[in-house]
């Protein structure tokens, strides 16, 4: 610990090494880290400074305790989601989700919940240019990469327009929603998201598995089709710790 | 309070009236909160109920304290931040940072910071094409809006590119950053951003006057210009409450 900055309190010099040993492999992923006291003897400092070290870690999602186990090095690393080409894949038959986790080399799973009608929350149903309450469809799932939590997502779609096709049952087929909103006629084609960040609510923090601190990403994602109809609405909340999100445009101005 | 859900905890309730009473004006923006025994007695609550539906309002910023005189509410709401718009505005003489504080009828403000040669930190290198550690030119800035501050900036330039021009003064004239670097030939003309969140450090939660358990939007910003070239990072630190970032993007593959 030759390179410890005096300006860093213990814990944070502390917490600077146990990333360096997750990095380097000394710690394995998935694998348990050692004991409080075993690193508070190791390390020669009081328990106090290795359990604020490691909340660090806890709240960058570095680590995660598991309750009535310990502490475990956590399984994934960030995922990156790059907006523009996601969407882009259902030419090929693969859905948007299962993008980004198939290409860090884990497994995509989607568990759904509730499929459905429902009234629109006020926020869906200004995005897609209607009363807030009026009916719609309800497409809600949990996605998951190796059986981890990734995100909660909410499709709405419009009641008249879902209503007597597949997408009211959970597995739309090949190229997912989008392609099925192509064959009734309103295939998306221009989206818009708005990002914000917020503390998760009791429930999404246990659907998400997230240790107590770590904030969420809410996206509010919207396509629309060639007439410029809005014609889904996704609520996205997303583990903050697990993702990096990617937007590229052109400007609209000519360069001077 | 006769809308109250059964199933949400007492402060959670309480905390949804307090929003209300912000949202219908009764608690005027920038005014102070009335204090936690008052706001027990008048709801019949125990202070520890008040206090802890008090820190969910702290935590979205809602309400903000300041050390030895309450809680006020905030003056800011949120802030409307649009990726593919904001930087458009140049050609009309605006700086991409003022548009989204002065479409709320707010004041923006500079506070430079350092402005001159630092060797590149890694991430920065990397958008950039060049070594880590290589010379490059920093604009250092913490913008505010009617006097709170609303993010950190960190600009970084090609070290032979921006030295012999303005940029190495703070103020850089009509237009900003990217004007000028229209002026070297060097037109940024396409963007990238790379989003993520975390909790701040000590320092940027000072700066940005952030309350415990706020967190931040990093974004990596990169510039390229006509010739593809990154010519530009901007590195923001922006407060978590008070942004929602908007990206709108067509569709790369045809609609069937």
Do not use: C
Not at 34 to 44: K, V
Not at 136 to 149: G, K, N, V
Not at 200 to 213: N, T, Y
Not at 227 to 252: E, F, I, K, N, Q
């Amino acid at each position: 610990m030759s390179s410890i900055e005096p300006s860093k309190s213990q814990y944070a010099q502390i917490a600077d090494l146990l990333r360096s040993r997750i990095a380097d492999g000394t710690y394995v992923k998935g694998s348990a880290l050692p004991s409080e006291p075993e690193l508070a003897a190791e390390l020669r400092v009081s328990r106090v400074t290795i359990n604020k070290a490691v909340g660090l870690l806890r709240a960058t999602g570095l680590v995660k305790v598991k309750r009535g186990l310990g502490t475990y090095v956590a399984t994934l690393s960030k995922i990156d989601r790059h907006a523009s080409e996601r969407f882009a894949v259902r030419d090929r038959g693969a859905g948007a989700g299962d993008v980004e986790i198939r290409s860090l080399g884990l497994q995509p799973r989607t568990d759904y919940g509730y499929v459905g009608p429902i009234g629109a929350p006020s926020a869906v149903a200004e995005a897609l240019g209607i009363m807030a309450g009026t009916q719609t469809l309800l497409r809600s799932r949990a996605l998951f990469a190796d059986d981890e939590p990734t995100q909660l997502a909410d499709s709405y779609y419009l009641w008249d327009m879902a209503k007597d096709s597949v997408l009211v049952q959970p597995d739309v087929g090949a190229g997912g929603s989008y392609a099925r909103l192509a064959d009734l006629g309103a295939a998306p084609v221009r989206f818009t998201e708005a990002v914000t960040v917020r503390m998760p609510d009791a429930a999404e923090q246990r659907k998400l598995d997230l240790d107590s601190g770590q904030p969420v990403f809410e996206i509010i994602h919207v396509a629309y089709d060639a007439a410029d109809r809005p014609v889904s609405v996704t609520v996205h909340v997303m583990s903050g710790h697990l993702w990096t999100l990617h937007y590229a445009w052109a400007d609209r101005v000519s360069p001077s």
